[in-house]
């Protein structure tokens, strides 16, 4: 489906493209296209004045799961929290310990107090760390747009399922160009 519309203060959340991810093998997007995708979008959003906030994954929970039997916690090492150079300057940073990039950090109240109705999430992985944004943001009454092109996932399915089956239920789907050619419209 097509992307509608943008709302007047719109802000982009770019997720989890920081040093520890753009070596990992993803599908249907290699890394450095989500990568480019993304900074195209940070600059856009910038020459219009809109918010790009910048989200890196330093952590995840120590709980049991199938994948992770002993519940082990993980920290991600510090060289592998850098968000890439490529998607410039940020108007809010933001370290996440959990899959959302609302769970424990101030990102709503940073939404809020810009007066920002809808978020253009993007980023790594889409399964994971994007689906669990969209639904947070989602469940916060945020308007959500998911430009498909500019995500990707290490696991193809994860990826495929998410934007044919949960993204369509939180979000309007598009690409990085129709979100550009959104906000280049409200310009006008």
Excluded: C, W
Excluded at 84 to 110: H, M, N, W
Excluded at 159 to 167: A, M, N, R
């Amino acid at each position: 489906m097509p992307i509608t519309a943008l709302d007047a203060t719109t802000a982009l959340v770019v997720i989890d493209l920081q040093a520890g991810s753009v070596g990992v093998d993803m599908a249907p997007h290699a890394v450095a296209d989500v990568v480019a995708r993304a900074a195209r979008l940070a600059d856009a959003f910038r020459r219009h004045g809109l918010p790009v906030v910048l989200v890196n994954v330093a952590a995840a929970p120590g709980v049991r799961s199938d994948h992770n039997p002993e519940g082990t916690p993980f920290v991600m090492p510090e060289h592998a929290l850098p968000v890439v150079p490529e998607l410039g300057e940020a108007s809010k940073r933001i370290t996440k310990r959990t899959p959302g990039a609302f769970t424990g950090t101030d990102l709503e109240d940073y939404l809020r107090s810009q007066g920002v109705t809808q978020v253009v999430v993007t980023g790594v992985a889409t399964g994971d760390g994007v689906a669990a944004t969209v639904q947070q943001a989602f469940e916060l009454g945020f308007h959500v747009t998911t430009p498909i092109d500019a995500m990707s996932d290490p696991d193809l399915g994860r990826h495929e399922f998410s934007v044919t089956h949960h993204f369509p239920q939180r979000a309007e789907t598009g690409s990085t160009d129709d979100v550009i050619k959104l906000l280049a419209a409200r310009a006008r």
